[in-house]
């Protein structure tokens, strides 16, 4: 069975992968995941003044080598997975569709 089969069966609700959304807004890829990324208000009033990078690390769970990948290609892999209920839901983020499909599979496996 390949990966995308099993992260599917894995989930009880839906698997949603998307690639390069950031393109259809003419976003780059850090104004994206900055836009995605759950930061405090007063994180917001200084993004054009603060390096932010420590905390999109964090929130989107991805290393400083990950990001630069991404910047590099210009590329996002996105996925959004409910693997117990419609209302409980992870994203994974990356340059490679693979890495966020087996991250996922990880990460179910692991609870």
């Known amino acids: 069975m390949s990966d995308i089969g099993k992260l599917s069966k894995l989930c009880k609700n839906s698997v949603t992968v998307s690639i390069n959304s950031h393109r259809d807004y003419y976003q780059s ?11 405090p208000s007063e994180m917001w009033q200084k993004k054009n003044n603060v390096d932010l990078t420590p905390e999109l690390l964090q929130h989107h769970g991805i290393t400083q ?3 630069d990948t991404m ?3 210009n590329t996002i892999v996105e996925g959004q997975f409910y693997p117990h209920t419609a209302n409980g839901f992870f994203t994974v983020v990356h340059y490679d569709v693979d890495a966020v ?4 599979i990880d990460q179910i496996e692991g609870e």
């Open 29 to 39: 890829v850090m104004s994206y995941l900055l836009d995605s990324a759950d930061l």
């Open 101 to 104: 499909i087996k991250h996922a």
């Open 71 to 73: 910047v590099e290609l």
């Open 65 to 67: 080598d990950e990001l």
